[in-house]
């Protein structure tokens, strides 16, 4: 009988000539590793960049036309800040006048400027004009007070000034001025331009609306 004869392995064949023994060694499969997915991160930088001009179009755009538009919108914010808060020439005392006719105060007549400085710690010197019409007596609590300011720069200390004036008053009368706690606490208080107000009185809301005639 013949004896058979089997071919060996080409693959054997190659492991031996690399590996100099016949001995064939154990080789791990190749994995192929799964790749991240990157397309939503891909259309987020898009969105962002799709609303964007181009460099190019931003750089053609000459320096004075953005000069031009910057100024104009600086223009109107100036206007519509002087539209809402206009600067009057009007006379303090022609104010005053009619802001006391339409208040009511019946024989009451305006106080010294030192008066100013006692309720109030205002030194009328440093405005354009300050007139105050003070209660006639303790148990009085009828007053006026308009002030003329120089520049808005004052105005937020003659109005922290006559807030504490007010808080005095009602202090002084906790507990028995009820009808006097009830006009202090109606009283008006208002700036408009270069002008304060302050009216406690039964007409203060008329005398407010002849304050704002007046200017």
């Given at each position: 009988m013949k004896r058979i004869v089997f071919p060996?392995?080409?693959?054997?064949?190659?492991?031996?000539?690399?590996?100099?023994?016949?001995?064939?060694?154990?080789?791990?499969?190749?994995?192929?590793?799964?790749?991240?997915?990157?397309?939503?991160i891909h259309a987020s930088r898009q969105n962002r960049t799709e609303g964007a001009l181009p460099y190019e179009k931003l750089s053609g755009i000459p320096c004075?036309?953005?000069?031009?538009?910057?100024?104009?919108?600086?223009?109107?914010?100036?206007?519509?800040?002087?539209?809402?808060?206009?600067?009057?020439?009007?006379?303090?005392?022609?104010?005053?006048?009619?802001?006391?006719?339409?208040?009511?105060?019946q024989g009451m007549e305006a106080a010294e400027a030192r008066m100013v400085k006692r309720f109030y710690g205002l030194n009328p010197k440093d405005y354009?004009?300050?007139?105050?019409?003070?209660?006639?007596?303790?148990?009085?609590?009828?007053?006026?007070?308009?002030?003329?300011?120089?520049?808005?720069?004052?105005?937020?200390?003659?109005?922290?000034?006559?807030?504490?004036?007010?808080?005095?008053?009602?202090?002084?009368?906790?507990g028995y001025g009820a009808e006097q706690t009830a006009l202090l606490n109606k009283h008006v208080l208002l700036e408009r331009g270069n002008f304060v107000l302050y009216v406690v009185g039964e007409h203060a809301s008329d005398a407010q609306e002849a304050f704002v005639k007046s200017l």
């Open positions: 060996k392995r080409q693959d054997s064949k190659r492991d031996e000539a690399r590996n100099g023994s016949g001995n064939s060694q154990f080789r791990f499969p190749k994995v192929k590793m799964p790749v991240r997915q990157e397309s939503g004075h036309y953005i000069k031009y538009a910057l100024a104009a919108v600086l223009l109107i914010f100036v206007i519509l800040d002087m539209v809402n808060d206009p600067v009057s020439s009007a006379k303090i005392e022609t104010v005053a006048e009619n802001v006391v006719k339409a208040a009511e105060f354009e004009g300050a007139v105050l019409y003070a209660p006639i007596d303790n148990m009085d609590a009828h007053e006026m007070l308009l002030v003329k300011l120089k520049d808005s720069s004052q105005k937020k200390q003659v109005q922290d000034a006559i807030l504490e004036r007010l808080d005095t008053q009602l202090k002084s009368f906790q």
